[in-house]
């Protein structure tokens, strides 16, 4: 793709077929940042993961989410940048066809798909689960009856999806202070009792295969603020405000672990955590015995907000895959709503047709869960794809696009930065290789590999398909989106 060839587009003249209607201009900051905090979903992730990291890597739990927390930090001031000079719904992908080039593009679409789409299963089936423990707390359910909540749920997330921007948006703030309140008053707690709860600290020997392990499933605790970058396009200032909101949602998402895992881990001991489904429930019985609704409220609170969440993030990236048609055109449509529903009907259909064989088909669940144990390690390939298209933009950017007006003295930092993000989340990458297999069972590094492979035939589908990069260029003078196609020579 001739990088320095193109133009900023004037018009929306050339632009795939269904996407006459734009996506609606409505968040403001203070609706980027609440999605942003919410799509990290602090209490989820803890509640999710914390019993797999504390049995893997005990108390070295801390410095493993710490290896990747500052390249995740830094990836957020990354991100704020591309997406000043680059605002588009399809982000990630997008910045990708600008900087390096569309065939490196095609692939990323691929890895993005099952970043995102591997995340919503295993964010759908603990809320059924943590619903049924809170109405019915002493029953047993059948499979039909698990799947039957979390249908609930589902559906629950496709409506402020399919009603637009505004519900979505005021849906999740109510959804955001109740968990703000909760994460505020279990530290507070924590805090208070901690004389009387405090277990004896043992670090051990480091179990370093446990560690890299936890350092990369700590991807899927440490995205999500990156939901802003997803909605640049609904933003009323689009290359002002994405990006800000994922800053305060990265930072805000490290300061609530770091007060959490270490009041979690220091008041509940390590046995009743290792390998717990729902730790945080164990350390809420200490805190507040007798009580264990007043955990299970604002968990199941947290994990609906990632839902639909975690869906926003792929329908909008499907939407901008549809209006290039690297995906069937049919992505990028829009309802009376401006809001992709096809992309939404079918995402959270495919979820449903996953959980059900999950839940009902014995012999096939063991597959699909070793297929969606892969979230981390795609999430993480894509914020090391993210990493590399930064340090590119950042190093030659001023040279292969000088139409972009980079300063080539301004971001020293900010390079050295996304270096570093590439070389520790390539690492990790890697050793994901040599100790996955031990750490989630035999055959994920097969599933792995095939998945990867299959993204080379993607991309060269999607090459074929593809009718050239659709480039959001903010709104004119009547607050019009203006949308315009680059297409490589």
Do not use: C
């Given at each position: 793709?001739g990088?320095?060839?193109?133009?900023?587009?004037?018009?929306?003249?050339?632009?795939?077929?269904?996407?006459?209607?734009?996506?609606?201009?409505?968040?403001?900051?203070?609706?980027?940042?609440?999605?942003?905090?919410?799509?990290?979903?602090?209490?989820?992730?803890?509640?999710?993961?914390?019993?797999v990291?504390?049995?893997?890597?005990?108390?070295?739990?801390?410095?493993?989410?710490?290896?990747?927390?500052?390249?995740?930090?830094?990836?957020?001031?990354?991100?704020?940048?591309?997406?000043?000079?680059?605002p588009?719904s399809?982000?990630?992908?997008?910045?990708s066809?600008?900087?390096?080039?569309?065939?490196?593009?095609?692939?990323?679409?691929w890895?993005?798909i099952?970043?995102?789409?591997?995340?919503?299963p295993?964010?759908?089936i603990?809320?059924?689960?943590?619903?049924?423990?809170l109405?019915a707390?002493?029953?047993?359910?059948?499979p039909l009856?698990?799947?039957?909540?979390?249908?609930?749920?589902?559906?629950?997330?496709?409506?402020?999806?399919?009603?637009?921007?505004?519900?979505t948006?005021?849906?999740t703030?109510?959804?955001?202070?109740?968990?703000?309140?909760?994460?505020?008053?279990?530290?507070?707690?924590?805090?208070?009792?901690?004389?009387?709860?405090?277990?004896?600290?043992?670090?051990?020997?480091?179990?370093?295969?446990?560690?890299?392990i936890v350092?990369?499933?700590?991807?899927?605790i440490?995205?999500?603020?990156?939901?802003?970058?997803?909605?640049?396009?609904?933003?009323?200032?689009?290359?002002?405000?994405?990006?800000?909101?994922?800053?305060?949602?990265?930072?805000?998402?490290?300061?609530?672990y770091?007060v959490?895992?270490?009041?979690?881990?220091?008041?509940?001991?390590?046995?009743?955590?290792?390998?717990?489904?729902?730790?945080?429930?164990i350390?809420?019985?200490?805190?507040?015995?007798?009580?264990?609704?007043?955990?299970?409220?604002p968990?199941?609170?947290?994990?609906a907000?990632?839902?639909?969440l975690?869906?926003f993030i792929?329908t909008?990236?499907?939407?901008?895959?549809?209006?290039?048609n690297?995906?069937?055109?049919?992505f990028s449509?829009?309802n009376?709503r401006?809001?992709?529903?096809?992309?939404?009907?079918?995402?959270?259909?495919l979820?449903?047709?996953?959980?059900?064989?999950q839940v009902?088909?014995?012999?096939?669940?063991?597959?699909f869960?070793?297929v969606?144990?892969?979230?981390?390690?795609?999430?993480?390939?894509?914020?090391f794809?993210?990493?590399?298209?930064?340090t590119?933009f950042?190093?030659?950017?001023?040279r292969?696009?000088p139409?972009?007006?980079?300063?080539?003295?301004?971001?020293?930092?900010?390079?050295?930065?996304?270096?570093?993000?590439?070389l520790?989340?390539?690492?990790?990458?890697?050793?994901?290789?040599?100790?996955g297999p031990?750490?989630?069972?035999g055959?994920?590094?097969?599933?792995?590999?095939?998945?990867l492979?299959?993204?080379?035939?993607?991309?060269?589908?999607?090459?074929?398909?593809?009718?050239?990069?659709?480039?959001f260029?903010?709104?004119?003078?009547?607050?019009?989106?203006?949308?315009?196609?680059?297409?490589?020579?």
């Amino acid at each position: 793709m001739g990088l320095a060839s193109e133009k900023p587009p004037t018009s929306t003249d050339g632009v795939a077929e269904g996407t006459e209607k734009h996506l609606a201009q409505f968040f403001h900051l203070t609706d980027l940042v609440p999605l942003s905090v919410s799509s990290v979903g602090p209490l989820f992730s803890v509640a999710a993961t914390g019993g797999v990291m504390a049995a893997d890597a005990g108390w070295w739990t801390l410095p493993a989410i710490a290896i990747l927390a500052l390249p995740f930090l830094v990836s957020s001031f990354v991100f704020r940048l591309l997406n000043q000079h680059f605002p588009h719904s399809g982000a990630s992908y997008h910045w990708s066809a600008r900087v390096i080039g569309r065939n490196v593009s095609h692939y990323q679409a691929w890895i993005l798909i099952l970043a995102y789409f591997t995340s919503i299963p295993p964010i759908a089936i603990p809320a059924g689960s943590y619903t049924l423990a809170l109405i019915a707390p002493h029953y047993q359910a059948p499979p039909l009856v698990h799947l039957g909540v979390t249908l609930f749920w589902i559906l629950f997330a496709a409506g402020p999806l399919l009603l637009g921007g505004k519900p979505t948006a005021r849906i999740t703030q109510a959804f955001f202070v109740l968990e703000m309140v909760s994460l505020t008053l279990f530290g507070v707690l924590g805090v208070l009792n901690w004389h009387r709860l405090q277990v004896p600290i043992h670090f051990g020997p480091p179990p370093i295969g446990g560690i890299l392990i936890v350092a990369v499933v700590a991807a899927t605790i440490l995205d999500g603020w990156e939901i802003d970058s997803y909605a640049a396009e609904e933003s009323v200032k689009p290359r002002a405000h994405p990006g800000v909101g994922g800053i305060i949602g990265a930072g805000g998402a490290l300061l609530f672990y770091a007060v959490l895992y270490p009041l979690m881990l220091g008041e509940t001991p390590l046995h009743l955590l290792a390998g717990s489904t729902n730790p945080l429930a164990i350390w809420s019985a200490r805190l507040l015995p007798g009580a264990p609704w007043l955990m299970l409220i604002p968990i199941l609170a947290s994990t609906a907000g990632g839902l639909w969440l975690t869906t926003f993030i792929l329908t909008r990236a499907l939407y901008a895959m549809g209006r290039e048609n690297l995906v069937p055109a049919v992505f990028s449509r829009l309802n009376r709503r401006q809001v992709p529903f096809v992309a939404i009907v079918v995402i959270l259909g495919l979820t449903l047709v996953v959980i059900s064989i999950q839940v009902l088909v014995s012999s096939l669940s063991s597959f699909f869960n070793l297929v969606l144990s892969a979230a981390g390690f795609f999430l993480l390939a894509e914020f090391f794809l993210d990493s590399v298209t930064a340090t590119v933009f950042l190093t030659v950017g001023h040279r292969r696009m000088p139409e972009v007006g980079l300063d080539p003295h301004a971001h020293h930092l900010l390079r050295a930065g996304a270096i570093f993000s590439t070389l520790v989340m390539g690492a990790l990458l890697v050793a994901f290789f040599i100790y996955g297999p031990k750490a989630i069972g035999g055959g994920i590094d097969q599933t792995i590999a095939v998945l990867l492979v299959l993204g080379l035939a993607f991309a060269w589908w999607s090459k074929r398909r593809s009718t050239g990069t659709v480039v959001f260029a903010g709104h004119d003078v009547e607050n019009k989106p203006l949308v315009g196609k680059v297409v490589a020579p």
